[in-house]
């Protein structure tokens, strides 16, 4: 029977689980999973392989044909019903192994961005998959977390959850552990419960399992949830649409070759045959296919380049991007802190060493001192190590001892400095009581300490903000009034560190006659008493400058938001070459005056955004679309999610990101780099150029077989092509090139274009008209061959037909090559660039010629034989539909230089 979990105290329900707040042990977790199962949800419906199999014969034409051919065979033409049917059971095969890849790539994807949770197993913390959750299992919970279960909370300090997915509620609930609440309590009251695909908007707190799996309320309306994300790209619904337009447009076109064909005197039964098979052809039914088979490849190749993809529609927005905002920390920089400068009683110090090695000195006018025999260097490092979640850990390599920081690097880098100063273990000096964390918005963070009778407030954060709410300086010992003097030499200070690129922390404390006194205070970080500044160097990294230049060439424009100083900021933006000489830096308080309009005016010429919050981050992306802009923004926090939310593209941080940015985004960087950006950047055009490589072959191929048999019907003269050459062409030799087109390397000069326009059909830039032409020459080049062989041997129909299906069979292999690129042509590209291609292109042409040499299959295919001349003429009249274009093209360009040149 199902328990009110909520209703029952917190430790009855870890006596009820057999739990207690050391967690499960690996044999307890391992029992329970053996009986409850994984902590998943059961999709709604699991589509079957045989169901997969099945639909590829759903389509209306394919329907239509095995009408016709069943009509066929009733009249006695065994042959050619048996191969029709053959031939499209091989199309299913393909059809299906492609759905199939497809499906598994996409499953692969989302396996990718399955959620973690953080753990208490047998006394030890561990981060573990959400799925291998149990119940009884102790699960921590912070801001910027999904639950990851159904639980019942044993502790929180201060939970607040916004239950929305569940409780259609946006407002967040606060959670409290010891609150009593009904058994009839409706979900949205039982506020001492967290469940499973909530998310914590802020504090911290740990809950014991009581739910997982299909048994969670979220799994109890799983099966009537429909998937409220959109799955179909922009170009996918298009070509939908186009699909359902071409099938009328063919059907009118059979029925018009099926009407004339019978009134030059052709047999119903042949015009009708030849009619569905020219149907058939005309309609690409492979291209949903092959779309889906070239997005999920691509989607593959992002994340061997560390882009994760979590919404299918931003691979082709992706494209369009013109400006991308980038946090500064962790992004564009390294992340790896090290104090370089500390400013403390007026007086400067060098700290020398570099990354994490703890190994370094305190140096003073060029000597090295003992940094605790300074009592106001004493305080700052103090502070500094005190108020601090960091751990330094390391590890022995074959390049001796590495350090590394788990943690803020912002703090790992104050501990580096208090290891450098000999002060290893500031938990054995002072005693931790509470803490109030840092957030970017109010950009400090404090802990409340005892040291003996002493209780103190150890405060660090950004030296503006600590600055203003400081009262007293400390210097010689002694607190004594903070002149204006004094605090334009903090400022000068401050200043003099952030132009040289410096991060800078200030350190500031505040004593109190009791714990009591100081937790009774409201906002006890007042009256602080500043003690000094240290400046930490963060390299930028070292790939993010190529890739800002790329962007450059690519027509997108990079711009800086950063919660750090405007100097800094802007310092560290000159480095990177993100801000032009005119460029403008704004800041988070100038944001606060300005208007919307006045925003909207500079929005385009401002590069850096500095110590801004992330709710500045929302109206940046609204100033920008508002000019049209395509914008992509990245985050981390659960405040950055609306921005990430409104962006064309939103970008979340794979590493240090929380699952409520991660959710809201389209991307993940799962290495936190912008110069992962720009490779997904680079992949999404190559995506969408791919898909208008093979989109262009399949419908100009189209456009050819329909302009041979189109225009034969109406001047009178016999079917160039007989149905089931038609019908092997397009269902089997067709197929696999266009699946190599689909993943054609990218041109080299792809970053080199502009954008593009989010707004710009597929067909637009002469597009249309370039599958026309390439179509009605091939048609064209077919008829004139089958002429030729009429002309030649009137009565060899059966060779008439050979040379005009070899023929249209070579064009379309050679305009594939043509197809590779998209402005360019053949001549632009190495014809063994893409082995995949020449593969498929020689697998094709293998299955061609066995309908034409083997003699079995040449009767049936009612073929003959091809020799010397003829393949001469063929091979002639096949390349010059893609040549004669592609040379006039050359020719063109050529002369655009010399007129530009003259
Ligand atoms: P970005 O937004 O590019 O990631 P950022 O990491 O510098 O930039 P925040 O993390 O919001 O932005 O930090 C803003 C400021 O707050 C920093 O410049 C620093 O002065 C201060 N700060 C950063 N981390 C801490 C911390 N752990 N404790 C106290 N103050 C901090």
């Given at each position: 029977m199902e328990k009110s979990w909520h209703s029952l105290p917190a430790s009855d329900c870890l006596n009820l689980l057999s739990t207690s707040e050391d967690g499960l042990t690996i044999e307890q977790v391992e029992e329970r999973r053996e009986k409850v199962g994984l902590n998943q949800l059961v999709e709604g419906q699991q589509v079957s392989l045989l169901t997969i199999f099945l639909n590829q014969f759903r389509d209306f034409m394919i329907i239509v044909l095995l009408a016709a051919t069943l009509i066929s065979g009733l009249l006695g033409e065994y042959m050619d019903a048996i191969t029709i049917v053959a031939?499209?059971?091989?199309?299913?095969?393909?059809?299906?192994?492609?759905?199939?890849?497809?499906?598994?790539?996409?499953?692969?994807?989302?396996?990718?961005?399955?959620?973690?949770?953080?753990?208490?197993?047998?006394?030890?913390?561990?981060?573990?998959?959400?799925?291998?959750?149990?119940?009884?299992?102790?699960?921590?919970?912070?801001?910027?977390?999904?639950?990851?279960?159904?639980?019942?909370?044993?502790?929180?300090?201060?939970?607040?959850?916004?239950?929305?997915?569940?409780?259609?509620?946006?407002?967040?609930?606060?959670?409290?552990?010891?609150?009593?609440?009904?058994?009839?309590?409706?979900?949205?009251?039982?506020?001492?419960?967290?469940?499973?695909?909530?998310?914590?908007?802020?504090?911290?707190?740990?809950?014991?399992?009581?739910?997982?799996?299909?048994?969670?309320?979220?799994?109890?309306?799983?099966?009537?949830?429909?998937?409220?994300?959109?799955?179909?790209?922009?170009?996918?619904?298009?070509?939908?649409?186009?699909?359902?337009?071409?099938?009328?447009?063919?059907?009118?076109?059979?029925?018009?070759?099926?009407?004339?064909?019978?009134?030059?005197?052709?047999?119903?039964?042949?015009?009708?045959?030849?009619?569905?098979?020219?149907?058939?052809?005309?309609?690409?039914?492979?291209l949903p296919a092959i779309?889906?088979?070239?997005?999920?490849?691509?989607?593959?190749?992002?994340?061997?380049?560390?882009?994760?993809?979590?919404?299918?529609?931003?691979?082709?927005?992706?494209?369009?991007?013109?400006?991308?905002?980038?946090?500064?920390?962790?992004?564009?920089?390294?992340?790896?802190?090290?104090?370089?400068?500390?400013?403390?009683?007026?007086?400067?110090?060098?700290?020398?060493?570099?990354?994490?090695?703890?190994?370094?000195?305190?140096?003073?006018?060029?000597?090295?001192?003992?940094?605790?025999?300074?009592?106001?260097?004493?305080?700052?490092?103090?502070?500094?190590?005190?108020?601090?979640?960091?751990?330094?850990?390391?590890?022995?390599?074959?390049?001796?001892?590495?350090?590394?920081?788990?943690?803020?690097?912002?703090?790992?880098?104050?501990?580096?400095?208090?290891?450098?100063?000999?002060?290893?273990?500031?938990?054995?000096?002072?005693?931790r009581v509470d803490e109030i964390p840092f957030d970017s918005d109010r950009k400090l963070m404090s802990v409340l300490v005892e040291e003996g009778e002493d209780v103190y407030l150890f405060v660090k954060g950004a030296p503006d903000v600590l600055l203003e709410r400081a009262t007293k300086l400390y210097i010689g010992g002694r607190e004594e009034a903070l002149s204006n003097t004094t605090k334009k030499q903090i400022v000068a200070a401050n200043q003099q560190m952030a132009g040289q690129a410096l991060r800078n922390i200030a350190f500031g404390y505040r004593k109190?006659?009791?714990?009591?006194?100081?937790?009774?205070?409201?906002?006890?970080?007042?009256?602080?008493?500043?003690?000094?500044?240290?400046?930490?160097?963060?390299?930028?990294?070292?790939?993010?400058y190529d890739a800002i230049q790329k962007c450059r060439t690519a027509g997108i424009r990079t711009v800086m938001i950063t919660g750090d100083h405007q100097t800094t900021?802007?310092?560290?933006?000159?480095?990177?070459?993100?801000?032009?000489?005119?460029?403008?830096?704004?800041?988070?308080?100038?944001?606060?005056?300005?208007?919307?309009?006045?925003?909207?005016?500079?929005?385009?010429?401002?590069?850096?955004?500095?110590?801004?919050?992330?709710?500045?981050?929302?109206?940046?992306?609204?100033?920008?679309?508002g000019r049209g802009e395509i914008v992509g923004m990245t985050g981390d926090g659960v405040n950055d999610a609306p921005a990430i939310k409104q962006a064309d593209i939103g970008i979340a941080m794979g590493q240090s990101g929380t699952d409520v940015a991660k959710e809201a985004s389209a991307l993940v960087l799962g290495d936190d780099n912008f110069a992962t950006i720009v490779a997904a950047v680079e992949e999404g055009r190559g995506i969408y150029d791919n898909i208008k490589k093979f989109i262009r072959y399949l419908l100009s191929s189209n456009v050819g077989e329909i302009v041979t048999m189109f225009v034969a019907m109406l001047v009178g003269l016999p079917l160039p092509l007989l149905p089931i050459q038609i019908l092997w062409v397009n269902l089997v030799t067709d197929g696999l090139p266009a699946i190599a087109l689909g993943v054609d390397p990218a041109e080299k000069d792809i970053m080199q274009r502009p954008p593009r326009d989010v707004n710009e059909g597929i067909f637009a830039k002469g597009f249309s008209v370039k599958i026309l032409s390439r179509g009605i020459l091939i048609g064209v080049v077919t008829l004139l061959v089958f002429l030729w062989a009429l002309h030649t041997q009137p009565q060899n129909l059966p060779r008439a037909h050979t040379l005009a299906y070899a023929t249209l069979t070579m064009a379309q292999f050679i305009l594939v090559f043509d197809c590779r690129s998209v402005d360019g042509g053949i001549l632009r590209r190495n014809i063994f660039g893409n082995m995949w291609l020449v593969l498929a292109v020689a697998a094709s042409l293998g299955l061609f010629l066995l309908?034409?040499?083997?003699?079995?299959?040449?009767?049936?295919?009612?073929?003959?034989?091809?020799?010397g001349m003829e393949w001469v003429i063929v091979l002639i009249a096949a390349a010059i539909p893609t040549f004669a274009l592609s040379i006039r093209r050359v020719g063109l360009s050529a002369m655009k230089t010399k007129v530009a040149t003259r």
């Amino acid at each position: 029977m199902e328990k009110s979990w909520h209703s029952l105290p917190a430790s009855d329900c870890l006596n009820l689980l057999s739990t207690s707040e050391d967690g499960l042990t690996i044999e307890q977790v391992e029992e329970r999973r053996e009986k409850v199962g994984l902590n998943q949800l059961v999709e709604g419906q699991q589509v079957s392989l045989l169901t997969i199999f099945l639909n590829q014969f759903r389509d209306f034409m394919i329907i239509v044909l095995l009408a016709a051919t069943l009509i066929s065979g009733l009249l006695g033409e065994y042959m050619d019903a048996i191969t029709i049917v053959a031939i499209i059971i091989l199309n299913g095969i393909l059809g299906f192994i492609q759905e199939v890849k497809a499906e598994r790539s996409l499953a692969a994807l989302k396996e990718l961005t399955a959620p973690m949770a953080r753990v208490r197993r047998a006394g030890k913390i561990e981060t573990i998959p959400a799925k291998d959750l149990v119940p009884g299992d102790i699960v921590l919970l912070e801001g910027g977390d999904k639950v990851p279960a159904d639980g019942r909370i044993i502790k929180s300090p201060g939970l607040d959850v916004e239950e929305s997915s569940l409780t259609g509620e946006s407002v967040p609930v606060m959670k409290h552990a010891n609150k009593h609440v009904d058994e009839a309590s409706p979900i949205g009251d039982r506020i001492n419960m967290v469940y499973m695909g909530t998310l914590v908007t802020r504090g911290k707190a740990e809950f014991v399992v009581t739910e997982t799996g299909m048994s969670t309320e979220m799994g109890k309306i799983a099966g009537l949830m429909q998937a409220s994300e959109e799955s179909l790209t922009p170009l996918q619904r298009r070509l939908d649409q186009l699909g359902k337009l071409l099938v009328w447009v063919s059907l009118a076109i059979t029925a018009l070759v099926v009407v004339t064909g019978v009134l030059h005197g052709n047999g119903l039964y042949n015009m009708f045959l030849a009619g569905v098979s020219l149907a058939v052809a005309a309609i690409p039914e492979g291209l949903p296919a092959i779309v889906t088979i070239a997005l999920a490849l691509g989607v593959q190749r992002m994340i061997k380049r560390n882009a994760i993809v979590r919404k299918l529609p931003s691979v082709e927005t992706l494209g369009c991007a013109t400006v991308i905002c980038s946090d500064k920390t962790g992004t564009l920089t390294q992340n790896r802190m090290t104090v370089q400068r500390v400013w403390v009683e007026n007086e400067w110090y060098n700290v020398t060493g570099t990354g994490y090695d703890p190994t370094g000195e305190f140096i003073y006018e060029e000597r090295a001192v003992r940094a605790f025999r300074r009592e106001g260097l004493k305080r700052l490092v103090e502070i500094g190590a005190t108020c601090n979640n960091a751990i330094m850990k390391s590890v022995q390599t074959e390049q001796g001892e590495e350090w590394t920081c788990d943690g803020d690097p912002t703090e790992g880098a104050l501990l580096v400095m208090a290891k450098k100063a000999g002060f290893d273990d500031p938990e054995s000096v002072y005693h931790r009581v509470d803490e109030i964390p840092f957030d970017s918005d109010r950009k400090l963070m404090s802990v409340l300490v005892e040291e003996g009778e002493d209780v103190y407030l150890f405060v660090k954060g950004a030296p503006d903000v600590l600055l203003e709410r400081a009262t007293k300086l400390y210097i010689g010992g002694r607190e004594e009034a903070l002149s204006n003097t004094t605090k334009k030499q903090i400022v000068a200070a401050n200043q003099q560190m952030a132009g040289q690129a410096l991060r800078n922390i200030a350190f500031g404390y505040r004593k109190f006659r009791s714990i009591e006194s100081a937790k009774a205070e409201q906002d006890p970080e007042q009256n602080v008493v500043f003690v000094g500044l240290c400046g930490m160097i963060d390299p930028p990294r070292q790939e993010v400058y190529d890739a800002i230049q790329k962007c450059r060439t690519a027509g997108i424009r990079t711009v800086m938001i950063t919660g750090d100083h405007q100097t800094t900021a802007t310092a560290i933006a000159r480095q990177l070459e993100i801000i032009p000489e005119d460029g403008l830096v704004l800041t988070g308080r100038q944001l606060d005056q300005m208007s919307d309009e006045e925003l909207s005016a500079n929005v385009e010429d401002t590069y850096v955004y500095a110590r801004v919050s992330p709710e500045h981050k929302l109206r940046i992306v609204k100033a920008l679309q508002g000019r049209g802009e395509i914008v992509g923004m990245t985050g981390d926090g659960v405040n950055d999610a609306p921005a990430i939310k409104q962006a064309d593209i939103g970008i979340a941080m794979g590493q240090s990101g929380t699952d409520v940015a991660k959710e809201a985004s389209a991307l993940v960087l799962g290495d936190d780099n912008f110069a992962t950006i720009v490779a997904a950047v680079e992949e999404g055009r190559g995506i969408y150029d791919n898909i208008k490589k093979f989109i262009r072959y399949l419908l100009s191929s189209n456009v050819g077989e329909i302009v041979t048999m189109f225009v034969a019907m109406l001047v009178g003269l016999p079917l160039p092509l007989l149905p089931i050459q038609i019908l092997w062409v397009n269902l089997v030799t067709d197929g696999l090139p266009a699946i190599a087109l689909g993943v054609d390397p990218a041109e080299k000069d792809i970053m080199q274009r502009p954008p593009r326009d989010v707004n710009e059909g597929i067909f637009a830039k002469g597009f249309s008209v370039k599958i026309l032409s390439r179509g009605i020459l091939i048609g064209v080049v077919t008829l004139l061959v089958f002429l030729w062989a009429l002309h030649t041997q009137p009565q060899n129909l059966p060779r008439a037909h050979t040379l005009a299906y070899a023929t249209l069979t070579m064009a379309q292999f050679i305009l594939v090559f043509d197809c590779r690129s998209v402005d360019g042509g053949i001549l632009r590209r190495n014809i063994f660039g893409n082995m995949w291609l020449v593969l498929a292109v020689a697998a094709s042409l293998g299955l061609f010629l066995l309908t034409i040499y083997v003699p079995g299959i040449a009767t049936v295919f009612k073929t003959v034989p091809l020799h010397g001349m003829e393949w001469v003429i063929v091979l002639i009249a096949a390349a010059i539909p893609t040549f004669a274009l592609s040379i006039r093209r050359v020719g063109l360009s050529a002369m655009k230089t010399k007129v530009a040149t003259r």
